[in-house]
């Protein structure tokens, strides 16, 4: 069974990164920052944690307001570096767990707590900035797997304070229900207090960030019990992200230990870390979480008995990315016409496995159900190749059009291409 090994929150603001890219380590200015964050880089080579659940926020990089999420979790293969006006960091990409990010997806929906799911998507200074200076590096390779949790605190109404501590407490037992014997850290950043926009800017209030981090301890669900307003008038408007370091605490034991804590304030952000333990609670008898993956499997129980019917889960989804990303994108005129004009340099020029190319070269439709490719995208190629819905529904079913359609009541063929 997977087991917390503490929980770690800090600062993630860009200077963090900066003052590692600029080699600042001994600079006077800065070198508090390294000083403040060797414990905890530290810590995480003492317990060399198998994966990190990682709750951050975006800053309107990979995440915009065509679709913007309240909780989000990355459940892809690899985290890149993402590109914030100037260039990527020159950083390697993490690897992702998206195993664990399925059972803790699970885990979390059976809990009421719905959630957006994303991949292929870089991080940017919410994740790397700070675990550049934490994480250590075997050249390409980062000292563990990633599971990020992005929320989404930009663009209100955002979660309040209580509800990131309830999610918390549900990351708690996602986490220790899954099933590998794997170490697990949970790590919250933002903060402490800042504002960066309007007259506004400027603000701080260290002695609240001193009294937020005693209580993130000892008393979080005080804290929990605040509104977004409060936070902003202790902490600056941009402070109120603090309350995602509410989700890390209540993936802890009611009691913890801290092992290490520090402040620094040199321009705009408080920057700041913790390193908390669980305070040693009786061992939770394997019962209890085995009832909970019980419940987990209830939505889906008996599925597997409906003859050809094969759900589009995370598993399907992570394995099948890259051929629905093609498929996907016969939503774009110039790709569609791309592919038309030929097929053979569209599919040659495309990320996708030779496996892949086959099952689109031969419209395999039943084969690319099998594969993960979710029906929506047969529909797409469909219509971009001049086939209707109904050939591909007599395909997948291994008849002919006119055998299938016998089977309706009225013989109509249709497909989704619109004006063509
Ligand atoms: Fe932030």
Redesign the pocket.
Known sequence: MARIVGGVAAS?TPTIGFAYDQNKQDDPSWAPIFKAFEPVQQWFREKKPDAIVYI??D?VTSFFFDHYSAFTLGIGEEYPVADEGGSPRALPPIKGDPKLAAHIAASLVTDEFDLSYFQDKPLDH?FFSPMSVLLDRDGEQWATRLVPLQVGVLQFPIPTAMRCYKLGKALRRAIESYPADISVAVVS??GLSHQVHGEGAGFNNPAWDAQFLDAITDDPAALAEMTHAEYARLGGF?GA?VIMWLIMRGALSERVERVHSSYYLPSMTGIATLVLENEAAGPIPDGVHERHRERIAEQLRGIETMPGTYPFDIAASVKAYRINKYLHAMIDPAHRERFLADEEASLAGADLTDEERDLIRRRDWPGMIHYGVIFFMLEKLAAVTGISNLHVYAAMRGETLEDFLKTRNTQVIYSVAGKR
């Open positions: 993630h951050f926020n800053h919410g950043t933002g941009e992200e």
